[in-house]
């Protein structure tokens, strides 16, 4: 038995919409990460998981409790932040917060008080008039503050500035760290290799293909752009036994291909050239989807 | 079952809405109550009801005087014909009743072991009437008085016995018992007939009965509909005394045009001729007598005896029309009053489910270790309980306004205000079980508003339509086809009439109510335990 499981999981709201015959397994302390286009079925996953919704045939169990039939109690491991923030109607973030605390029955507000500073959020500010950058930090405290054994994030870090999402992203390795189980879905492919062990692909309600990060990491070919001087460097160069992938006369600029074992070769053939630029094309995440996707078309 | 920091989130979030229609609502209530119990309610149905009343107690008053004349008219000239007998004879008999012949024959049968009136009717045998009449009155005087005193004492004593026959008959026609003064009048009068020398049985019997209808109608007092109507209120004496000469002056006119065209009728007959003058007094007498009833009836009709019943009717409830539990009962209670708390109703039981899955912010209290079954039983017991302390403050100041316009004449007392306030609450907790289903039902506010919202205002306005056509509406004015609208709405359970009447049906219509807000309240519960969030 997994921590989380999804057992043939079908919700389908007819016209071929909804999910089918989802199947997951993730342990305890792992962290996963679900892309996919718009409607294809990402937020449907979450609300199973959350019990919002009950499923047509299948489960979700957490530790061995059915997510539908045991919703309330399953929710004590769990922190969420949802894909739209909406607050109940109250004054302030801090009265939303102590709310919430008192519902999670959360003893002590220490925790909620050092994300609040590490966020520098403002919880006197009217709920109402908030920014929706504000409306995230203040549900990324909520969702934290209970230390929860497990995260549930749906698109987390929208609305935060790039100063705001790096200590957000702190925030979520160092609970990856404690032992916390992460269920994130984005769609930013960076900030998912660097959290989630594992990337999962949803389309049209499938899941399509399952990726662990480091996978990725380990990719053994790399892949440059280099730009000669001028263009009898570029002719020549084109000669060399290299596997060029793409070549544009205009710019004197090649795409190639190499093996990581095989780049001081590179190099040092390089060395007898007039260079331009040369940078890298990183293989990433969003490149592996990008040609599963052409693969599968 | 119950979430407090839910609680406290719906109070937090309502507070200001319960306050405002409690407010208005128990500040209405207040003015409603003060304003009736202060100032004049209607003059015009006042000045109806006094009118009714006067000639009510006039068309009495006549009716008694007419038929306590009749009985005079019979009895006087009954007993004047004996007086002069028995007069004589009581006079012709010896002082000492020992040797009275008519005693000791008397005193032998009753020693033989005979009965007082076989004894009388073997003394009386071959007597003729008058005689036989003297005899018994003589043989009663004896019983009494023992010996025979002075002349002036038997003459009393054939006066008060001619008296007593009278007022006991004047007491079976149903006058009220004869007080002192009017026994004394009496025998005074009944004295001074009996020794004038013209005596018109009629005339005196005219000057007689008006005395003595003033008398005892002055201290009359009838109650209505739990108020005492003062004769005295509507009549001076003379007035009384005025109406039943007029009426006996009529009487007489009437029986006298009768009996000339009985006469006149009669002497076209053959048996006229065989018969005596006697008889023929007597036969004429007998066919009048006849007529004795239906005039004294036509002669004395009130005006509401002279409408159709149905008119009369109408007008004696349009009269009596109970203002209070029109305004008071049906008018706030039913439709002013709830007003405000149906609209609380509506808008509150969708803030507390509908609006917030409709804007996503249930999804904050589900992503809690918080059932949803803990969820709908806290917004359920909100609901309820603000109900319950809004109903308890406007109770507390209806009471409160009916003890300060305590006197000025509210028919409603204090247990029926209480059960008024009650079935307003029990109304107004089955239409928000009713809401509170279509915000647990559905996902969107403008559904729960729509349905919830249209349903209490389609009863709402119903109930408005129906009032026209229902009892508190007196008949007169009252549009009965607007009854059926009565049958589409559920505030129709609540049955002001029958508490206001003292009756009891409001009770298992009350339970109807509680019924039904409890069974809502069930169905909305479960469908939202189980139905899918957008959330």
Redesign the interface.
Known sequence: MDYIEINHLTKDYGNNIGLFDINLRIKQGEALGIVGANGAGKTTLL?CI?????PTTGNITIEQKDTWLK???V??L?G?V?G???????RSGIEFLK??A????LKYFTDANSIISTLKLDTSANLRRMSKGMKQKTAIV?CFMSKPKIIILDEPSTGLDPLMRESFLKLLKQAKQNGATIIMTSHLFEELEEICDRVALIEQGKLKEIVSTSKIKRYPYREYNISFKDQKEYLSFCQEPFDIIDADVDINQVTIKVNKKNIPNLLSTLKKYNLSYLTENKYTLEKYFNEFVKKES | MF????F??SC??NFITWLFVTVITCIMIAMVIIILGTLKVNSVQTSMMNILISDTLESTIEEYSMKSYAIADTTLKESSKYYEEAKEFFESQSANMEENEVIIEYNELIASGITDSEARNQITSNKSELEALAINLFIDYYLIHGDMESSEETINFLISSIVHKFSDDLIQSGVSETTQTTLELIVASIDDYLNSTNKNVQDFANQLIPNIMSEVFYSFSVVQNDKTIYVSDYFTKDAIYETSYTSIVSYRAQMAIREEKLWEEFQQTSEYETMTEEERQEYIDNQLSEYEEVTIINLSESLLGQLPEAIANSLTELVEMDVYGLVIGSLFYKIAGLLLPIIYVIMVSN?LLAS?VD???M??????????S?VTFTQMSFLTLSLFAMFALLTITSVISLFIVSGGGISISIPQMLLLNLGAFLTVFALSGICFLASSWFNQSKYALGIGGGISMFFLVTTILGLFGSSSIPQAIRIESMNYFNYFTIITLFDTTSILAGTLDYLWKFGVLALIGLITYLIGMIKFN?K????
């Not at chain 1, 739209?84 to 109250?90: D, G, Q, S, V």
């Open positions: 609300r959350m019990g919002f919704i009950k919703s309330a109690e929710k004590h769990i969420y949802p739209e923030i909406a607050f109940p109607e109250l709310s919430q008192e519902f999670l029955r909520e | 979430s407090k920091p839910l406290k989130q937090k979030a803030n917030q804007n996503g912010s999804a904050y209290v589900l992503s809690t270790p918080t059932k949803r803990k189980k899918d969030l957008p959330l």
